[in-house]
């Protein structure tokens, strides 16, 4: 009796897995931010074209990669951030299943650029397809280029079911804003079609988000401050008046990940009881910290969900010490005379 079961070529495998990672051009720029991020960088440059449908390339000024680890990053399951098991309950990265830069060099055509301190000469790789075209030794400055041209080449179905320009455009945006909230001590410029679209040096939290929705920001924002056992919470919320009828402005970060939850959505609803017109959506940037190993990261692959230990009492932390916020800067109950 022969088999007919066989172990997949590591390029189909990637590409099966790129299917996952990959959705959209957003996600090569969530994916490249953040591994300039975990490479330390102090500044990034997101460069696209076409809302990346022609390019997407970040520069990083991060520790850059050795010759045999620039060749490595490509591999499926190879990451320099975790080693056991264990360590998915410590992480301090914002990646750690290796899976990122083999996804995209199998589905794109990519040119990286990295050099680390103190090596004199960097290395310039080619892949296309999984497939290395050419590796050499060049001048560069330290850090990392990653450039990402025609995304899905050799998947006819994706191309074609990428949106309008507007739209991936606005999802590559929303991943910026993420990004660059998430860590405002790094300096971020993006350039769209050749126009800068952000240039936002290091600052402050409260910079940081003023400069990204300019406008009449800072004047909408309370601060919330809080540090208990179980969870350190920093960050501002919007005052009751400029709450607006579409959700928007809305931001959970935990660990300095920004992640997507509708529990702790309801807890700041909650806090907001009373004071807010029927439908109104408060803008909030909530800057959470718990310890590593209260919460699960590994549910998804692009890691904005996760999973807390405790909900219950964060749900109930975070909701008394907006309401308090919101008391403190004497917010006035809505009168509704209509009802
Ligand atoms: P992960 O981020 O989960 O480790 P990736 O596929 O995104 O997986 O990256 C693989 C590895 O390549 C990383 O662990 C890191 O060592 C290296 N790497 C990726 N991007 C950069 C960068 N911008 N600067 C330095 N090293 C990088
Ligand atoms: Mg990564």
Redesign the pocket.
């Known amino acids: 009796m022969s088999s007919i079961i066989q172990l997949l070529p590591d390029h189909v495998a990637n590409q099966i897995a790129a299917g996952e990672v990959v959705q959209r051009p957003a996600s090569v720029v969530k994916?490249?931010l953040?591994?300039?991020v975990?490479?330390n960088?102090t500044d990034i440059k997101l460069i696209i074209k076409d809302a990346g449908k022609a390019l997407i390339q970040?520069i990083?000024n991060?520790?850059?990669?050795s010759v045999t680890?620039a060749r490595?990053?490509?591999e499926r399951h190879?990451?320099?951030?975790i080693r056991l098991a264990e360590d998915l309950f410590s992480l301090n990265?914002?990646?750690?299943?290796?899976?990122?830069?083999?996804?995209i060099a199998a589905i794109a055509h990519v040119e990286m650029k990295?050099k680390q301190e103190p090596d004199e000469l960097g290395t310039q790789i080619i892949i296309e397809g999984s497939k290395v075209i050419s590796q050499e030794v060049a001048v560069l400055p330290r850090?990392?280029s990653?450039a990402v041209k025609n995304l899905f080449f050799n998947i006819p179905a994706r191309r074609n079911f990428l949106k309008s320009d507007t739209v991936e455009y606005r999802h590559i945006m929303d991943e910026f804003h993420r990004v660059a909230l998430a860590h405002p001590t790094i300096g971020f410029a993006f350039y769209h079609n050749g126009s800068e679209m952000f240039n936002l040096p290091a600052s402050s939290l409260r910079q940081r988000i003023v400069a990204v929705f300019a406008g009449k920001t800072n004047e909408k924002l309370v601060p919330v401050q809080e540090e208990t056992d179980i969870m350190s919470i920093q960050g501002f919320v919007g005052k009751p008046e400029f709450a607006k009828k579409s959700r928007g402005e809305q931001f959970f970060f935990v660990n300095d990940r920004f992640i997507k939850s509708g529990y702790l959505h309801h807890a700041v609803m909650a806090a907001y009881d009373g004071v807010l017109k029927e439908g109104a959506q408060p803008s909030y940037f909530l800057y959470l910290k718990v310890p590593a190993n209260t919460i699960d990261i590994n549910i998804h692959p692009t890691k904005t969900e996760i999973k807390f230990d405790d909900e219950h009492a964060l749900y109930a932390i975070l909701r008394a010490s907006i309401k308090h916020s919101l008391g403190q800067f004497n917010v006035a109950p809505v009168l509704d005379f209509d009802r």
């Not at 991060?62 to 990669?65: A, H, I, L, N, R």
């Not at 190879?78 to 951030?81: D, F, L, Q, R």
């Open positions: 994916e490249l953040e591994n300039a975990d490479a960088a970040v990083d991060g520790k850059g990669m680890d490595l990053c490509f190879a990451t320099s951030k990265t914002k990646g750690f299943r290796g899976e990122a830069l083999a996804s990295t850090g990392t990653f």
